[in-house]
């Protein structure tokens, strides 16, 4: 899966944009970190590549297809995609197991995952591995993810966004709430999914992250990409 | 499994707006069953009725002898269940209540002027066919100046309730969207109270259908509780109905709002069925007309 941004600007206010002509392509099986201070517009970059928002200007394609409100091929470019919000987006009041098993009865099951019926069966297996694979205890399963600490729920948001074995994962700040293992835990099971083929796009803060893991960087300041360091050498 | 847990806990979440809605629903359509049991209850009790089985003889003498032979050949009419002489008095006693000007016209006159007439009536189970053919032999006996067949009389009256019928039907519509726009008012609601597990979903790649389908369990969830409460409500208030009837039109003798199984179970379908069809539509107009990404 190939996504890529052509010229492309966003602004939810007259005369303020939030992306100014951003270019980017992001290639099957890459690794890209998305780096900038608050407000620089990592989030609205996610927001577009997922196609919560579309751009006010420039095109915004997948595989070459551009993005179209309300299409097919936009429902099915979305199921082909995982997404770890910066603020989780669980549903407070369902069990663990039930946000886990979501994007099951919507999204494409990848070669790599079973397929689960309409009724849930076959995803008890799937969503015991995502949560295991997260650091998490199948234990907590059946408890109300409102229960949770802010790490948990963090991590029970990113078992989420993987279950599907998606082509492309796209997290929003993943690491934010969880301490130092949690967060290299998270950051090792990245990379072993980016090496099994899944291409990633992370938004983070955090520098040490970035020093450690050497992939592709980007910088983006005021709204534009100020940096973009293929070897992730550059420090900031 | 999702589709289950979502439309449970958005009842949950939504419990008073849910309940608004059942109750606001039973409500209208208990109106609108009620009226359409009443109409298809008027329509039976047709048959019942003992003016729709009897028929009036008018005689044109006095004379108590001819009275008695026409009663004899009337009785040995085929056809005719009973008759009998209305009398003199009975006749005065109508008028003085219905017609008391001609009542107080007639009361010095003599008693000849007054005429004579019997009662007939037919088996409950005769055609409207063979009646009139019965009806036909009777006029042909000596001495009958008319014969006015009740089933005539009633045919008319009943004609004037055709517009009651429409009356009706048009209120049962009118009651049902209002139901729609309660409904309407529900699942709009729904888009904004359940914007974040919209927007999460679609993020996974749910269609609107997907969006719709806990909709809809919620919508079918509602519309048996709608129609359970509709029965409850309107069979158990059979009773009182049937005695504040009584207090009005107790002279036909006969136990109004007799519902059989097959109508009940036609009335509580058709109860579900309406709310059924008004969640479900407007549930679908709600995401038509939402703004989902």
Redesign the interface.
């Given at each position: 899966m190939m996504v890529s941004l052509k010229q492309v600007s966003k602004s939810y206010h007259p005369n303020s944009l939030v992306l100014r002509n951003v270019n980017l392509d992001l290639r099957k099986g890459e690794f890209l970190f998305v780096v900038g201070d608050s407000g620089a517009g990592k989030t609205s970059l996610l927001k577009l590549i997922?196609?919560?928002?579309?751009a006010t200007s420039g095109a915004v394609l997948c595989d070459g297809v551009p993005y179209r409100?309300?299409s097919s091929k936009m429902?099915?470019?979305?199921?082909r995609?995982g997404?770890v919000h910066q603020d989780y987006?669980l549903?407070k009041?369902?069990t663990v197991y039930?946000n886990v098993?979501?994007?099951l009865?919507?999204?494409?099951a990848g070669s790599q995952v079973p397929p689960v019926s309409f009724?849930?069966r076959g995803?008890q297996k799937l969503v015991e591995d995502a949560i295991m694979a997260v650091g998490l205890s199948p234990k907590i399963l059946d408890g109300a993810v409102k229960e949770l600490s802010g790490g948990e729920q963090q991590r029970v948001a990113i078992a989420r966004a993987i279950i599907n074995f998606p082509d492309l994962l796209i997290a929003d700040e993943p690491t934010g709430s969880l301490d130092h293992d949690h967060t290299w835990q998270v950051i090792d099971l990245f990379q072993k999914l980016n090496i099994k083929g899944m291409s990633m796009l992370v938004a983070t803060h955090d520098r040490d992250i970035i020093r450690k893991v050497r992939k592709r960087v980007i910088h983006l300041s005021s709204g534009s990409i100020r940096v973009d360091d293929r070897e992730g050498a550059c420090i900031f | 499994m999702y589709f289950l847990s979502a439309a449970l806990s958005g009842m949950k979440r939504r419990l008073m707006t849910s309940i608004l809605s059942v109750l606001g629903g039973a409500a209208l359509l208990t109106a609108a069953a009620s009226i359409g049991l009443w109409s298809l209850w008027l329509t039976g009790q047709q048959d019942h009725l003992k003016a729709a089985r009897s028929a009036s003889v008018f005689i044109d003498t006095a004379n108590e002898g001819v009275v008695e032979d026409v009663l004899t050949s009337v009785m040995g009419v085929r056809g005719v269940e009973s008759a009998r002489i209305v009398s003199a008095q009975e006749f005065q006693d109508f008028l003085g209540e219905h017609f008391p000007d001609l009542h107080e016209a007639l009361s010095g006159m003599d008693e000849s002027v007054i005429p004579r007439m019997l009662e007939v009536v037919f088996p409950a189970e005769m055609n409207p066919a063979k009646r009139h053919d019965v009806v036909r032999s009777i006029g042909t006996i000596a001495n009958v100046a008319r014969v006015d067949d009740g089933s005539a009389r009633l045919s008319k009256a009943f004609l004037s309730l055709h517009w009651l019928g429409y009356g009706g039907a048009g209120l049962a519509v009118g009651l049902w969207a209002v139901l729609f726009v309660v409904c309407l008012g529900h699942y709009q609601n729904i888009l904004y109270t359940d914007a974040q597990e919209i927007q999460l979903i679609r993020s996974f790649g749910a269609t609107k259908g997907a969006i719709f389908f806990p909709w809809l369990i919620e919508a079918v969830l509602q519309s048996l509780i709608t129609g359970l409460f509709c029965a409850v409500v309107l069979f158990t208030g059979r009773s009182y109905l049937a005695e504040v009837y009584n207090q009005f039109f107790g002279t036909l003798g006969y136990e109004p709002f007799r519902l059989d199984v097959g109508n009940f179970l036609l009335a509580g379908g058709a109860m579900v069925g309406m709310a059924l069809l008004a969640h479900v539509s407007a549930g679908v107009l709600a995401l038509l007309r939402g703004r989902i990404a």
């Amino acid at each position: 899966m190939m996504v890529s941004l052509k010229q492309v600007s966003k602004s939810y206010h007259p005369n303020s944009l939030v992306l100014r002509n951003v270019n980017l392509d992001l290639r099957k099986g890459e690794f890209l970190f998305v780096v900038g201070d608050s407000g620089a517009g990592k989030t609205s970059l996610l927001k577009l590549i997922t196609g919560e928002e579309f751009a006010t200007s420039g095109a915004v394609l997948c595989d070459g297809v551009p993005y179209r409100a309300g299409s097919s091929k936009m429902l099915k470019m979305r199921r082909r995609v995982g997404v770890v919000h910066q603020d989780y987006k669980l549903l407070k009041d369902r069990t663990v197991y039930e946000n886990v098993a979501i994007p099951l009865f919507f999204g494409r099951a990848g070669s790599q995952v079973p397929p689960v019926s309409f009724f849930g069966r076959g995803a008890q297996k799937l969503v015991e591995d995502a949560i295991m694979a997260v650091g998490l205890s199948p234990k907590i399963l059946d408890g109300a993810v409102k229960e949770l600490s802010g790490g948990e729920q963090q991590r029970v948001a990113i078992a989420r966004a993987i279950i599907n074995f998606p082509d492309l994962l796209i997290a929003d700040e993943p690491t934010g709430s969880l301490d130092h293992d949690h967060t290299w835990q998270v950051i090792d099971l990245f990379q072993k999914l980016n090496i099994k083929g899944m291409s990633m796009l992370v938004a983070t803060h955090d520098r040490d992250i970035i020093r450690k893991v050497r992939k592709r960087v980007i910088h983006l300041s005021s709204g534009s990409i100020r940096v973009d360091d293929r070897e992730g050498a550059c420090i900031f | 499994m999702y589709f289950l847990s979502a439309a449970l806990s958005g009842m949950k979440r939504r419990l008073m707006t849910s309940i608004l809605s059942v109750l606001g629903g039973a409500a209208l359509l208990t109106a609108a069953a009620s009226i359409g049991l009443w109409s298809l209850w008027l329509t039976g009790q047709q048959d019942h009725l003992k003016a729709a089985r009897s028929a009036s003889v008018f005689i044109d003498t006095a004379n108590e002898g001819v009275v008695e032979d026409v009663l004899t050949s009337v009785m040995g009419v085929r056809g005719v269940e009973s008759a009998r002489i209305v009398s003199a008095q009975e006749f005065q006693d109508f008028l003085g209540e219905h017609f008391p000007d001609l009542h107080e016209a007639l009361s010095g006159m003599d008693e000849s002027v007054i005429p004579r007439m019997l009662e007939v009536v037919f088996p409950a189970e005769m055609n409207p066919a063979k009646r009139h053919d019965v009806v036909r032999s009777i006029g042909t006996i000596a001495n009958v100046a008319r014969v006015d067949d009740g089933s005539a009389r009633l045919s008319k009256a009943f004609l004037s309730l055709h517009w009651l019928g429409y009356g009706g039907a048009g209120l049962a519509v009118g009651l049902w969207a209002v139901l729609f726009v309660v409904c309407l008012g529900h699942y709009q609601n729904i888009l904004y109270t359940d914007a974040q597990e919209i927007q999460l979903i679609r993020s996974f790649g749910a269609t609107k259908g997907a969006i719709f389908f806990p909709w809809l369990i919620e919508a079918v969830l509602q519309s048996l509780i709608t129609g359970l409460f509709c029965a409850v409500v309107l069979f158990t208030g059979r009773s009182y109905l049937a005695e504040v009837y009584n207090q009005f039109f107790g002279t036909l003798g006969y136990e109004p709002f007799r519902l059989d199984v097959g109508n009940f179970l036609l009335a509580g379908g058709a109860m579900v069925g309406m709310a059924l069809l008004a969640h479900v539509s407007a549930g679908v107009l709600a995401l038509l007309r939402g703004r989902i990404a």
